[in-house]
């Protein structure tokens, strides 16, 4: 089993060019099949995740070739509609495919993703606005079955803003007869790359950012080149490790823009917090950080969920009481249990966590459950005094590029034992 052992007390200081965005980065590769054309991506992150999405690209027939963070994307001799059990199984966001092969095909088959370490992760909302867009869909043996002698535009609400419904409903939509129009769309910053690649490949859409999308139904598409959209959830990372270790960090290659929520929470804890362009310069307070009194997780530009974890790892060491309200995935307090063998002062009660601050965590081996929850455990093992082994860390390389690698050039003591 792999792990981080990490020795903890090291202030994280220094600069780190944030890696392109995971979830940009993965509905855009989906996006690739829909051309039929020769694709190049920049700033693609190193990532399993991203290999498991080549591997899926790979078994419908494309060509992929990586030459560092540039990705090649041939989709032109695309055979295939089918993912099969075992990639769906490796990666359950591979769903996303679902609206771009049946866009090229007029048919496809993917098993039940079925649920992951934090929900059970429906996709009932995806299923229902794909058949309003004319798919004939049957779930049968563990396998979704889907056609569509033709794809009509349609008006789509949205019980709930999911990404990966929004998400879906674009690529399916944006080559189908006539106009889509989807309400209560989700906007998060991933959703508007996924729409500038798509209109730069001759989609016609408009709204992403909003919560209504117009998608105007084309003819044909065309291979393109893009550069993905700095991580903001990896960003947001790299400060709060900073935060935690009373130092200081500055993030080059990101959008401030999109981390509002997140850094109002850090400054309310006391850092200081410097915004350019591309740039995020932040400073520890020189006394302790302060607590929250809420955090709130909710769809974007509200608390991302994905954060929740390694800030409640950053306000376990905190002056105060803070309080966390999880409403997006019903299982996401994995870490607690994690932090408290690290003498953590956390109780939950249902989707509520109320974190006492406390002056310091002790080195422990604890286990990463989750991709952002194993992140949650380096940080506090970064801030917590002695030796921290982490294990399971297969979880956090599947949205971290090379963690040990970024952390230890800011100071960090921090080893990958394989
Ligand atoms: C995307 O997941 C992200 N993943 C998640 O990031 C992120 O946490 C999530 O959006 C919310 O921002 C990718 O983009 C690959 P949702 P997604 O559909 O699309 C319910 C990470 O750590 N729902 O917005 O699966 C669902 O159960 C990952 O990088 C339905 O009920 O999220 C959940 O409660 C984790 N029916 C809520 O909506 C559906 O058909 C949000 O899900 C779909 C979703």
């Known amino acids: 089993m792999n792990s981080f052992v990490i020795k903890g007390g ?21 996006a690739t099949v829909l051309n039929g054309g ?4 920049y700033n693609c992150p190193g990532l399993r995740d991203v290999e498991i999405t080549i591997d899926v690209l ?23 509609c089918t993912i099969p059990d075992t990639l769906m199984r490796q990666m359950r ?13 007029k048919e496809a088959v993917v098993s039940m993703p079925g649920g992951c370490e934090i929900g059970n992760r429906p996709i009932d909302l995806h299923l229902k606005a794909l ?4 798919v004939e869909i049957t779930e049968a043996h563990g396998y ?24 879906n409903i674009m690529l399916a939509a944006c080559m189908a007869e006539g106009i889509t129009t989807v309400t209560n769309a989700a906007r998060e910053p991933e959703i508007v790359d996924l729409e500038a690649f798509l209109n730069r490949m001759g989609a016609k859409i408009s709204g992403s950012g909003s919560n209504v999308i117009r998608i105007e139904g084309v003819k044909k598409l065309y291979g393109v080149e893009h550069q993905i ?23 080059k290659h990101v959008n ?15 850092c200081k917090i410097y915004t350019e362009k591309s740039r995020i310069i932040l400073s520890s307070p020189v006394n302790r950080l302060k607590a929250v009194k809420r955090i709130v997780t909710m769809p974007y530009p509200g608390f991302p969920t994905d954060i929740q974890s390694p800030f409640m790892a950053l306000t376990s060491i905190a002056d105060g009481t803070s309080v966390f309200v999880e409403n997006i995935f019903e299982n996401r307090f994995q870490h607690v249990e994690e932090l408290m063998r690290m003498g953590a002062d956390i109780k939950v009660d249902g989707r509520i966590a109320v974190v006492q601050g406390v002056e310091s965590l002790g080195g422990a081996t604890v286990r990463a459950k989750e991709l952002r929850g194993g992140a949650a455990m380096i940080l506090a093992a970064l801030a917590a005094d002695g030796v921290t082994t982490v294990e399971d860390i297969k979880y956090i390389d599947r949205g971290y590029e090379s963690i040990e690698k970024y952390l230890s050039s800011c100071g960090a003591n921090i080893q990958r034992k394989e």
Not at 147 to 159: E, M, P, R, S, V
């Open 10 to 30: 090291n202030k994280i200081e220094g600069e780190i060019e944030v890696q392109g965005a995971k979830n940009a980065v993965l509905p855009i590769l989906a």
């Open 256 to 270: 401030p823009n999109h981390m509002n929520a997140m850094t109002a929470v850090l400054k309310e804890m006391g």
């Open 144 to 167: 979704i079955n889907c056609k569509a002698d033709k794809l009509k535009g349609d008006n789509i609400h949205l019980d709930f803003p999911s990404v990966g419904a929004t998400e």
């Open 229 to 251: 959209i700095p991580d903001r959830i990896v960003a947001a990372t790299y400060l709060s490790c900073a935060a935690a270790t009373k130092g200081s960090i500055i993030l």
């Open 131 to 134: 058949r309003q867009l004319g």
């Open 58 to 80: 790979k078994n419908l027939g494309c060509k992929v070739e990586k030459r560092g963070k540039t990705l090649f994307v041939d989709s032109e001799n695309m055979n295939g």
């Open 93 to 105: 966001s591979s769903i996303i495919f679902l609206g771009a092969i049946i866009a090229r095909c």
């Open 38 to 41: 020769k694709n190049i991506i």
